[in-house]
């Protein structure tokens, strides 16, 4: 079995800036694709930001220019670091990953706990 742990997060005034991090553990596992969702207060979960094994990334376009999605793969590790931040920022980010078990043929998707992310004065 595999278990994401989210690190980071809490309350930031506006225009500043925060790191999450995302590490999973367990044994016998290779992760494909790392990603980070968020969901707002009373809105539906939504895709922010991906990381590919090969180390390419795509970003929604609420957060390009301002997010940053890295990977450390000796460590299990995907972090994003969040500059310029806005209230509309605002909500659980939650970490995915694609990971495929050893012994199996097909990945599959884990999530982290959640964490919070506050944008205030």
């Known amino acids: 079995q595999v278990q994401l742990v989210e690190s980071g997060g809490g309350l930031v005034q506006p225009g500043g800036s925060l790191r999450l991090s995302c590490q999973a553990s367990g044994n016998g596992f290779s992760i494909h694709d790392m990603a980070w969702y968020r969901q707002a207060p009373g809105k539906e979960r939504e895709w922010v930001a991906l990381i590919t094994t090969d180390g390419n990334t795509n970003y929604a376009a609420s957060v390009k220019g301002r997010f940053t999605i890295s990977r450390d793969n000796a460590k299990n590790t995907v972090g994003r670091q969040m500059n310029s931040l806005k209230p509309d920022d605002t909500a659980v980010y939650y970490c995915?990953?694609?990971?495929?078990?050893?012994?199996?043929?097909?990945?599959?998707?884990?999530w982290g706990q959640g964490t919070q992310v506050t944008v205030s004065l």
């Open positions: 995915k990953m694609n990971v495929r078990l050893a012994g199996t043929v097909w990945a599959t998707s884990y």
